[in-house]
């Protein structure tokens, strides 16, 4: 069955620093992958996707890195802020499945 | 825009009855997901509608069905409810794969 896990239940970070919130995925058929951030209380927020022929993807503040060989996923936060305080998910699939299969999150706290 | 919207926001039930939330994609989005999301954990795959058709369905009961219409809004039923049930009720809407947006969620408690 799939399998997408994180390393770490919880992060915790001074306002300003950078994160990095891992993932472990087992499935090396998965091809698109998510990263989400759910604050408490609604729906899970999309970041950012990157798909299996990228390594690298960029966003506003944020950046995935793909590495395929140990099928492992992080999302970097730079100069987090208190808003970034939530859960994060990332997700899998492959480009012609029909669902994503979710971690069990990450709760980053970014203390002021 | 507006986004994905879910209606109810929050629902209290009694154990065996039955349960219908709705779902509002994305304009322009063909595609519906449900997922159950249990407190403490990431969101599980229910259903997955495209052009009204059942696309895949995850590891749960026969008591979860759920439907989309012609306008590509869709419903989630959930018969004899129980107390196992009481969980955040996510819509996805997509293009295919990818736009994966979810709506705010339906919270659904069964005493």
């Known amino acids: 069955g799939e399998s997408v896990g994180l390393h770490l239940p919880t992060l915790s970070v001074q306002e300003g620093d950078n994160s990095i919130i891992n993932c472990a995925y087992s499935?090396?058929?998965?091809?698109?992958f998510i990263w989400y951030k759910q604050e408490s209380g609604k729906g899970p927020q999309f970041i950012i996707d990157?798909?299996?022929?990228?390594d690298k993807r960029q966003g506003q503040r944020v950046t995935v890195l793909l590495n395929k060989t140990v099928k492992h996923l992080s999302l970097q936060i730079a100069a987090t802020q208190p808003g970034d305080s939530a859960v994060y998910f990332c997700?899998?699939?492959?480009?012609?499945?029909?669902?994503?299969?979710f971690g069990t999150g990450t709760s980053l706290t970014v203390i002021p | 825009d507006a986004g994905v919207t879910q209606s109810p926001t929050h629902l209290i039930k009694t154990r065996g009855q039955h349960v219908t939330l709705r779902c509002s994609p994305i304009?322009?989005?063909?595609?519906v997901s449900w997922y159950q999301q249990v407190l403490g954990q990431g969101p599980q795959f229910i259903f997955q509608?495209?052009?009204?058709?059942?696309?895949g369905r995850g590891n749960f009961p026969d008591r979860f069905s759920a439907r989309q219409f012609p306008n590509y809004s869709s419903e989630l039923n959930v018969n004899a409810l129980l107390l196992g049930d009481s969980a955040l009720y996510l819509c996805?809407?997509?293009?295919?794969?990818?736009?994966?947006?979810f709506g705010s969620g339906t919270r659904l408690t069964v005493v």
């Open positions: 997700a899998e699939n492959t480009d012609t499945g029909n669902q994503f299969y």
């Open positions: 304009s322009g989005h063909k595609s």
């Open positions: 996805a809407s997509s293009h295919r794969n990818y736009g994966y947006t």
């Open positions: 499935n090396s058929a998965s091809d698109y």
């Open positions: 509608y495209y052009e009204k058709e059942e696309r």
């Open positions: 990157i798909r299996s022929n990228m």
